[in-house]
């Protein structure tokens, strides 16, 4: 039996990811919300249920734009699936995991139907999840991301690096304290600094967020959130906003003013969130990989944080109607004498759109 809940079914949809042992804050309806209000697509809730497995997944439901010679569907809309922004894929839950193949010939039998192209899935590096599929799915190891053990704060500084320990240090002899705020004003304050990160690194278009998305964190993630700002003789230099639910937490999004980085306000913004984490009884707070999971400097300066700590990263592609993606890329093809079909972009005919 497969279930598609949509997020006009918000407490349905939480009722159930709830009631799976492994789930996180990624697969709440209002993680998945804040993303639909950022223009990424209608998210929805596989649940599937066969004999005695059960198995769920968070996705982002993409129209594909059609121009008008097409002949691919004239009646039916078409669509394909993405993970929202940060980590997922299918949990399952049950003692008979000989089913899996099965579910998932139900599912790829489903979603052919309903006129989905193809998917694409960010895997979640600490619950392991995509190593049910092995073998089953087209599966990409790519780097790895790092988690910090909240067992206890001296657990935390034990694991941390002596570099990053004297740099914490140096940073509270600064003057930097940290504090934390659920206020919406706050917020605001984030995202002003946030913004002037993005514009420092040259980021991507996507990663500026309107203030309706903030919005939707702090009303639909209440629970589900905190927000942490490094501030030094009253002035606020780094923020960082931390999600978090059954009992592991995530270094979401963060900021901070280029003219205060040599004080390494972030550092100590890090380190007093995991002794937080500690004290509110979480067990781990995972704070990302490198940009496109590589090893970068981005990658080291989390790295710092836990010197043994390395979770793998995977990802996996899948094409439900190969004629019709096929297609797709020709289309593409024809528009532009210079789209890359050797692009590793998936799918290949959102290359560069």
Not at 103 to 121: A, H, N, P, R, T
Not at 227 to 246: Q, R, S, V
Not at 312 to 327: A, E, H, L, P
Request: with cysteine.
């Amino acid at each position: 039996m497969i279930n598609i809940i949509g997020l006009e079914h918000s407490e349905q949809w939480d009722e159930i990811v709830k009631s799976f042992k492994e789930y996180d804050v990624y697969y709440l309806s209002g993680y998945a919300k804040a993303f639909q209000i950022h223009g990424d697509g209608i998210p929805i809730l596989v649940y599937v249920e066969r004999s005695e497995l059960r198995g769920m997944c968070v996705y982002i439901k993409r129209e594909i734009s059609l121009n008008k010679r097409s002949r691919v569907s004239e009646k039916n809309q078409i669509f394909d699936l993405i993970t929202p922004y940060g980590y997922g894929g299918f949990l399952f839950d049950g003692a008979d995991k000989s089913k899996i193949d099965a579910m998932l010939v139900e599912l790829q039998d489903y979603f052919f139907k309903e006129g989905i192209v193809s998917e694409f899935v960010r895997w979640h590096p600490l619950l392991n999840n995509v190593d049910s599929l092995r073998g089953k799915i087209d599966i990409i190891d790519l780097g790895h991301t790092i988690h910090m053990d909240l067992t206890s704060k001296e657990t935390i500084w034990q694991n941390i690096t002596s570099k990053n320990r004297n740099t914490i240090r140096r940073a509270q002899k600064c003057g930097i304290v940290i504090h934390h705020k659920q206020e919406r004003y706050f917020l605001s304050i984030f995202k002003e600094i946030y913004n002037s990160t993005m514009r420092k690194d040259n980021a991507e278009e996507y990663y500026y967020f309107e203030d309706a998305f903030y919005d939707s964190i702090h009303s639909d993630l209440k629970n589900n959130y905190e927000l942490f700002y490094a501030e030094i003789d009253g002035k606020i230099i780094a923020m960082a906003i931390i999600l978090f639910a059954n009992r592991k937490m995530h270094y979401h999004l963060s900021g901070s003013l280029v003219e205060y980085r040599n004080l390494n306000p972030t550092n100590l913004l890090l380190y007093e969130v995991a002794c937080w984490g500690a004290e509110q009884g979480f067990e781990t707070f995972h704070l990302g990989g490198g940009l496109g999971a590589s090893k970068d400097n981005l990658y080291n300066f989390k790295a710092a944080f836990h010197r043994y700590a390395a979770n793998q990263f995977s990802i996996s592609k899948m094409i439900y109607n190969q004629g019709v993606y096929d297609y797709l890329v020709n289309e593409r093809i024809k528009e532009s004498d210079s789209f890359d079909t050797g692009s590793h972009f998936f799918p290949l005919y959102r290359s560069g759109s």
